[in-house]
């Protein structure tokens, strides 16, 4: 089965994934302007909240900087694959580590699992793509989609006046397509694509860090 055929199918879901995304995006902003609200202007933030913030950002820059070196070297069959899955899934230990002072010990060490979950997952998204089975990359998303839904309700449940879960589930599923529309371009050697999908997902990564950032910080105001 041709790359074409194959890549397809991917092209479906990003074209799905668009006709959603401005709803998404408008959630995820409406989210982020509700957990905002209850904080201080940003020029204004405490010494730890900017602290906070700074270091959010720098977790989940880390997340998708090391997503793209995944897919880069899955794409060109590049020798340092290995090492780079190694790299991304210690940054989901250390987005784990991240909340334990706010949210405990077993909260933290459940956001890991999901976000290994996350990781591993994606990788049979890209190996069906590339070989071109049909069956099992429809499964393979499904599983995908999934452990998003659960990634969402785990962070709603942890603070649902600033992160609803409906937004958690936009926010989410647009993270899957912009991912998913990144693999796309690479894998099929758009490179022009391939640029403009990581801007877009960096673009995102960010206003979902500044959402968690200022809800942690909203709701517990005496830490910081």
């Not at 509700?34 to 270091?55: E, G």
């Not at 290995?82 to 989901?92: D, I, S």
């Not at 089975?133 to 942890?158: E, G, P, R």
């Amino acid at each position: 089965m041709t790359l074409l055929r194959t890549t397809g199918t991917f092209r479906q879901l990003v074209l799905a994934a668009a006709v959603a995304g401005a709803s998404a995006a408008v959630a995820l902003l409406v989210t982020a302007s509700h957990s905002s609200a209850a904080m201080p202007a940003q020029q204004s933030l405490s010494p730890k909240a900017a602290a906070l913030t700074r270091a959010m950002d720098k977790l989940w820059e880390d997340h998708i900087t090391w997503t793209r070196m995944v897919i880069v070297d899955f794409a060109g069959g590049l020798p340092d694959l290995k090492q780079a899955e190694g790299r991304l899934l210690r940054n989901q230990v250390d987005i784990g580590n991240a909340i334990k002072p706010y949210y405990g010990a077993a909260a933290g060490n459940n956001l890991t699992k999901l976000l290994r979950t996350h990781i591993l997952e994606a990788v049979p998204v890209l190996a069906n793509a590339k070989d071109g089975d049909q069956a099992k990359l429809k499964k393979a998303l499904n599983a995908w989609y999934a452990n998003a839904h659960q990634i969402a309700v785990f962070i709603s449940k942890a603070n649902p006046k600033a992160w609803p879960l409906s937004a958690m589930d936009k926010m989410m599923k647009r993270h899957l397509a912009l991912t998913t529309a990144e693999g796309v371009a690479r894998i099929e050697g758009h490179w022009n694509a391939d640029i403009a999908a990581y801007d877009k997902v960096h673009l995102e990564i960010l206003q979902m860090s500044k959402m968690l950032s200022s809800g942690i910080i909203s709701q517990f105001p005496n830490r910081f």
